[in-house]
């Protein structure tokens, strides 16, 4: 008997020594350890009587713990072991749903890709009628409402990561666990940009258009929506990835001119981002150029004159030399929107004061010049 006994004691230690623990662990062992200990000292230094009516003798709870430690522990928990824990019961839940944890994990997933457009949209989608969890379809269908929450809460023991932040009941939708979630789990459709539409077509190489996206957590990857080009209807593209998203950095629809505000301070070598369109049925997309040399200049700066001319020279260097969408002329004193059906039209311009900026047009740049 004793001979099994170390044999199975052995057996779980060595089983427990080769598990791959979070992270957190490590960083919160001390802190238990501490509380463990002073419960213990406390209990050898003051022994008491056990109630022996009480159904659960010696043994410490998470909530027994003091606020600040607490919260420490659920600072450092990824969001699937917050959604866990959240159903445990109401003391748990009302910490682990609040704003302030899942503001950090909502900016350091998604802050780089979401911005005003994404989160004046949220508003309107978390009060339309058609979201699944809003009050409008809880109103009308409450036995549905009743249905789901059960189907959520006695859904399978063994859930991935995914299933664990779907499986989560009475989520306010004002809060930002709602809005991760919404993001996480692909319901929420956001207001972005994507780099080299379609896959990297050559027709929009080096180009950043507005699109809806939607996440898929399994692929990690998302499913873009384009806005329809004329007649054609709305392009689909799949498995986008994250380095070829950007938030929208202006809150305006892809169809109106951007009023440029930098064309007077233009000079050659700034990078910058203009508006162009194929023709004026479809939306504006932003293409990458850098300020060029007028053709009466030879680029030596000590006589350079191009940043006082009237004319504006914009190269896109991606095109080959002679090809006639290498280079176009723009009226800094007077633009507007300049062009024709055949070659486009040319719209507002954003001048790129950011080197990160700058960097991620340049590692999207083509293996080979364009023709």
Same mark, same amino acid.
């Given at each position: 008997m004793l001979l099994y006994l170390l044999i199975t004691c052995i057996s779980f230690f060595l089983f427990f020594k080769s598990l791959r623990l979070p992270t957190w662990v490590s960083k919160t062992k001390t802190l238990f350890s501490f509380y463990f200990y002073k419960n213990l000292f406390m209990k050898i230094l003051h022994p008491t009587t056990p109630d022996l009516a009480s159904p659960v003798l010696n043994q410490m709870s998470i909530l027994d713990l003091p606020d600040l430690p607490l919260d420490c522990i659920l600072d450092l928990l990824p969001p699937s072991e917050l959604c866990s824990l959240s159903r445990v019961c109401s003391s748990l839940r009302e910490r682990c749903v609040s704003d302030y944890l899942w503001e950090k994990h909502l900016i350091t997933k998604w802050g780089k890709i979401l911005g005003p457009a994404a989160h004046k949209e949220w508003q309107c989608y978390r009060s339309s009628p058609y979201h699944l969890d809003s009050p409008h379809h809880q109103t009308g269908h409450p036995w549905l409402a009743k249905i789901i929450s059960l189907i959520r809460s006695h859904s399978s023991i063994?859930?991935?990561?995914?299933?664990?932040?779907?499986?989560?009941?009475?989520?306010?939708?004002?809060?930002?666990?709602?809005?991760?979630?919404?993001?996480?789990?692909?319901?929420?459709?956001?207001?972005?940009?994507? +780099?080299?539409?379609?896959?990297?077509? $050559? #027709?929009?190489?080096? *180009? /950043?258009?507005?699109?809806?996206?939607?996440?898929?957590? @399994?692929?990690?990857?998302?499913?873009?929506?384009?806005?329809?080009?004329?007649?054609?209807?709305?392009?689909?593209?799949?498995?986008?990835?994250?380095?070829?998203?950007?938030?929208?950095?202006?809150?305006?629809?892809?169809?109106?001119?951007?009023?440029?505000?930098?064309?007077?301070?233009?000079?050659?070598?700034?990078?910058?981002?203009?508006?162009?369109?194929?023709?004026?049925?479809?939306? +504006?997309?932003?293409?990458?150029?850098? $300020? #060029?040399?007028?053709? *009466? /200049?030879?680029?030596?700066?000590?006589?350079?004159?191009? @940043?006082?001319?009237?004319?504006?020279?914009?190269?896109?260097?991606?095109?080959?030399?002679?090809?006639?969408?290498?280079?176009?002329?723009?009226?800094?004193?007077?633009?507007?929107?300049?062009?024709?059906?055949?070659?486009?039209?040319?719209?507002?311009?954003?001048?790129?004061?950011?080197?990160?900026?700058?960097?991620?047009?340049?590692?999207?740049?083509?293996?080979?010049?364009?023709e």
């Amino acid at each position: 008997m004793l001979l099994y006994l170390l044999i199975t004691c052995i057996s779980f230690f060595l089983f427990f020594k080769s598990l791959r623990l979070p992270t957190w662990v490590s960083k919160t062992k001390t802190l238990f350890s501490f509380y463990f200990y002073k419960n213990l000292f406390m209990k050898i230094l003051h022994p008491t009587t056990p109630d022996l009516a009480s159904p659960v003798l010696n043994q410490m709870s998470i909530l027994d713990l003091p606020d600040l430690p607490l919260d420490c522990i659920l600072d450092l928990l990824p969001p699937s072991e917050l959604c866990s824990l959240s159903r445990v019961c109401s003391s748990l839940r009302e910490r682990c749903v609040s704003d302030y944890l899942w503001e950090k994990h909502l900016i350091t997933k998604w802050g780089k890709i979401l911005g005003p457009a994404a989160h004046k949209e949220w508003q309107c989608y978390r009060s339309s009628p058609y979201h699944l969890d809003s009050p409008h379809h809880q109103t009308g269908h409450p036995w549905l409402a009743k249905i789901i929450s059960l189907i959520r809460s006695h859904s399978s023991i063994f859930r991935d990561d995914y299933r664990r932040m779907i499986d989560v009941p009475f989520v306010s939708l004002d809060s930002t666990m709602s809005f991760y979630l919404s993001l996480e789990t692909g319901r929420f459709w956001f207001p972005a940009q994507v +780099y080299n539409r379609e896959n990297g077509h $050559v #027709g929009f190489m080096l *180009s /950043c258009y507005d699109a809806h996206l939607s996440y898929d957590t @399994h692929t990690n990857t998302f499913q873009a929506r384009f806005p329809p080009h004329g007649r054609r209807a709305i392009a689909v593209e799949k498995d986008v990835t994250w380095e070829r998203i950007r938030a929208t950095p202006i809150d305006a629809s892809p169809h109106h001119l951007y009023i440029s505000d930098s064309l007077k301070e233009l000079k050659p070598g700034d990078h910058i981002e203009i508006q162009w369109r194929r023709n004026k049925e479809f939306p +504006y997309g932003w293409w990458y150029s850098v $300020v #060029g040399h007028l053709d *009466s /200049c030879d680029g030596n700066l000590n006589h350079c004159q191009c @940043h006082i001319s009237e004319i504006l020279v914009l190269e896109f260097k991606q095109y080959t030399i002679g090809s006639r969408w290498r280079k176009t002329m723009i009226n800094r004193k007077d633009h507007r929107e300049k062009g024709n059906d055949e070659d486009g039209y040319y719209g507002g311009m954003r001048k790129l004061n950011c080197k990160e900026d700058i960097a991620r047009w340049k590692c999207l740049w083509p293996s080979s010049i364009l023709e």
